[in-house]
C-alpha cells in the first residue's frame, strides 16, 4: 500500500534551534497536513496545505507542498522546550477520502 | 464550533470482553475515520465512514466493527479483546467530500485489556 517516509525518526535539539523535517511519498497528494502529538493526546492539526508550491506559516512554524505534489516540509524556527511532541505528517490523494500517516518525529528539545 | 469528542476518555477490560467507544465528530463533518496507536506501530488505520457507509477498511481482523449514525456519530467495536487490543484509539472526523480536505482528531481513548 501506500506508505509516506518521514524524516527524521526522532531528534535532539537545543533550545533556540530551528528544525526540519519532511515527508516523501510514492503517491501524489493533493492535501498535506501537518499534526503534532502530546503523549496520551491526540493529534492537534498545526498546518494544511492544498496546493503544489503553496508554503504556509502558523507562527514559528512553516511548511511547505512540494512543486512534484510527492512531498513536504515542515520547519520550527527557534525551538522552545513546549515543541516536544511527536511530529506527523498525512496525505490525500484524489478521490480516496484515506489519509496516509507518515511514521512521526519525536521532537526532544534540550533546555 | 466544539471541536471532535470521544467517550470515555479511560477504558479497562479483561481478554475475551468487548468493548464500544464512542466518537462525535465536528458539526457539519460527515467523515468519520478510525485508527489504533500503539507505541511501537504508529497509527494505523482501522476504519472509514461517510453518510452511515464504510468507505474505507484498514486491515484489521474482523473483531473491529463499526458504524456511523445517521447524525455522522460514530461507534466503534472490539469484540474478544485481546492483550494486544490495549491503545490510543483515536477518531478524526472532516468534510469528506473533497480531496482537498482537513482532518481533526479528538483527544483519544485510552484502552488498557488485562
Sequence with gaps: ?111 | KAGVTQTPRYLIKTRGQQVTLSCSPISGHRSVSWYQQTPGQGLQFLFEYFSETQRNKGNFPGRFSGRQFSNSRSEMNVSTLELGDSALYLCASSLGHSSTDTQYFGPGTRLTVL
Excluded at chain 1, 493526546?41 to 512534484?68: D, M
Design chain 1, 1 to 111: 500500500g501506500q506508505q509516506l517516509n518521514q524524516s527524521p525518526q526522532s531528534m535532539f535539539i537545543q533550545e533556540g534551534e530551528d528544525v526540519s523535517m519532511n515527508c516523501t511519498s510514492s503517491s501524489i497528494f493533493n492535501t498535506w497536513l501537518w499534526y503534532k502529538q502530546d503523549p496520551g493526546e491526540g493529534p492537534v492539526l498545526l498546518i494544511a496545505l492544498y496546493k503544489a508550491g503553496e508554503l504556509t506559516s502558523n507562527g514559528r512554524l512553516t511548511a511547505q507542498f512540494g512543486i512534484t505534489r510527492k512531498d513536504s516540509f515542515l520547519n520550527i524556527s527557534a525551538s522552545i522546550p513546549s515543541d516536544v511532541g511527536i511530529y506527523f505528517c498525512a496525505g490525500l490523494t484524489s478521490g480516496t477520502y484515506k489519509y496516509i500517516f507518515g511514521t512521526g518525529t519525536r521532537l526532544k528539545v534540550l533546555a
